[in-house]
């Protein structure tokens, strides 16, 4: 299989897409545990599936283009979340 892109170039795109898609993820889980706490349970529930959703479309997406654009986004993925949980340490628990 071709691909218009060469490999290196797939994998920087994959890992910065890891990074967004990782960043928006561990990102939405704040307001997620807030809409559970505060009793909308059925948006909380929405949220849940969107998330989990589209991490499972770009995971797929990434795997079509191959091993190595699919390890370089599960990087960005893991990346983004030292991130998320190293900010939301440093606000405290509640925010």
């Known amino acids: 299989m071709t ?25 939405a889980l704040r307001r997620l545990s807030a809409d559970y706490l505060s009793g909308r349970a059925r948006r909380a ?26 390890l370089a986004g599960a990087l960005g993925i893991l990346l983004a979340r030292a991130v998320v949980l190293r900010r939301a340490g440093a606000e405290g628990v509640g925010g």
Do not use: I
């Open 45 to 70: 529930l929405g949220l849940q599936l969107a998330r989990l959703g589209v991490m499972a479309a770009a995971l797929f997406g990434l795997a079509k283009w191959g091993a190595l654009p699919l």
């Open 3 to 27: 691909h218009a892109l060469p490999l290196p170039v797939q994998a920087v795109l994959a890992l910065l897409a890891g990074l967004v898609l990782g960043y928006v993820h561990f990102g």
